[in-house]
Nanobody
Framework: QVQLVESGGELVQAGGSLRLSCAASGRTRSISAMGWFRQVPGKEREFVAA????????YYSDSVKGRFTISRDNAKNTVYLEMNSLKPEDTAAYYCAAVVSRIGALSLARASEYDYWGQGTQVTVSS
């Protein structure tokens, strides 16, 4: 089992920045990749960014590329999402997720590929 706890979400003005954190605990050695997704009421969960644990490859959705940066601290078992130039359309509940299986054939952009999820942290961007 892997437990994930997100933090860092808050209300921020458009153009501002936030850093989200996701702390993993439990069987963290089994993690092969972690990702961030976001969701607004009435819509499906949307891929934001992902990072592989060993090779540190990163992936981003087109909507956040160039503005968000995903990174990890293995020693702390923590993944971060640095969000800059925030827009009102970035408003959502942000969830981190972990993959514990082999990632060879995975896109890491589908929520169904992830095995564990956190409870989410709310980001609200005011115009």
């Amino acid at each position: 089992q892997v437990q994930l706890v997100e933090s860092g979400g808050e209300l921020v003005q458009a153009g501002g920045s936030l850093r989200l954190s996701c702390a993993a605990s439990g069987r963290t050695r089994s993690i092969s990749a972690m990702g961030w997704f976001r969701q607004v009421p009435g819509k499906e969960r949307e891929f934001v960014a992902a990072i592989t644990w060993s090779s540190v490859n990163t992936y981003y959705s087109d909507s956040v590329k160039g503005r968000f940066t995903i990174s990890r601290d293995n020693a702390k078992n923590t993944v971060y999402l640095e969000m800059n130039s925030l827009k009102p359309e970035d408003t959502a509940a942000y969830y981190c997720a972990a993959v514990v299986s082999r990632i060879g054939a995975l896109s890491l952009a589908r929520a169904s590929e992830y095995d564990y999820w956190g409870q989410g942290t709310q980001v609200t961007v005011s115009s």
